[in-house]
């Protein structure tokens, strides 16, 4: 079993659109937890973090259930340039300070006029 | 945030030989990471590279295969050696915020194919 399971999409949605990606990890002494995006041909950068209580960071809300160990991430209101890849990240609780991230393969969006 | 460059952006090799990828960071930073995203994967840790000792390597990754430099606080080289088409992937370096744990800033990424 992957470490950090998504489903790889693509989700074609229409602007103005709500779309929910959702993600499972296989490893419950994952530590933290993380939404990144990338964009076709460019590097990863990290959209959220994820919190036990859920938090919300304008049109974006990431959600946590460590006993089912399934991370979810809500677009409200899909704007054209939502579109790029979501990539599920686990923080283990290893490898020093900044632990070891597991990236799974990611969720591909596209947000169409 | 912090700027990170790769040097080259892309090449095309033949196998059997090596490719030195270098990344260069515009602060100085304690840990720097190296990746590999292979075409349609997720990105795979290859090893941290700590200034002043060797680099940690992630389990199925070598030295051998994958050697590292870190000569200071700001910069670092990952090493491709005898390469193979299987090793054609997209390598990036990264390096830690600072300003949150698990927040990583990541370089544009080296585009490698091996004929």
């Known amino acids: 079993r992957k470490e950090v399971e998504q489903d790889p999409g693509p989700f074609n949605v229409p602007e103005g659109a709500t779309v929910a990606f959702n993600c499972t990890y296989s490893?419950?002494?994952?530590?933290?937890f993380f939404w990144y995006r990338q964009d076709c041909r460019k590097e990863p950068k990290l959209l959220m973090s994820v919190y036990s209580s859920g938090n919300e960071d304008g049109r974006f809300t990431a959600q946590l259930n460590r006993a089912s160990q399934y991370i979810s991430l809500l677009i409200r209101d899909s704007k054209l340039s939502d579109s790029a890849t979501y990539l599920c990240v686990v923080r283990m609780n290893y490898g020093g300070s900044q632990g070891n991230l597991i990236f799974g393969k990611g969720t591909k969006l596209s947000v169409k006029p | 945030s912090a700027v990170i460059s790769q040097k080259p952006s892309r090449d095309i090799c033949q196998r059997g030989t090596s490719l030195t990828i270098q990344c260069q960071v515009d602060s100085q930073v304690t840990m720097m990471f190296w990746y590999r995203q292979q075409p349609g994967q997720s990105l795979t840790l290859i090893a941290t590279?700590?200034?002043?000792?060797?680099?940690?390597?992630e389990s199925g990754f070598v030295i051998d295969k994958f050697p590292i430099s870190r000569p200071n606080l700001t910069f670092s080289t990952l090493t491709v050696s005898n390469m193979s088409p299987e090793d054609s992937s997209i390598y990036l370096c990264s390096v830690a915020s600072g300003r949150a744990v698990g927040e990583q800033f990541f370089g544009p990424g080296t585009r490698l194919t091996v004929l």
């Open positions: 590279a700590n200034q002043g000792s060797e680099a940690t390597y």
């Open positions: 490893n419950s002494a994952s530590q933290s």
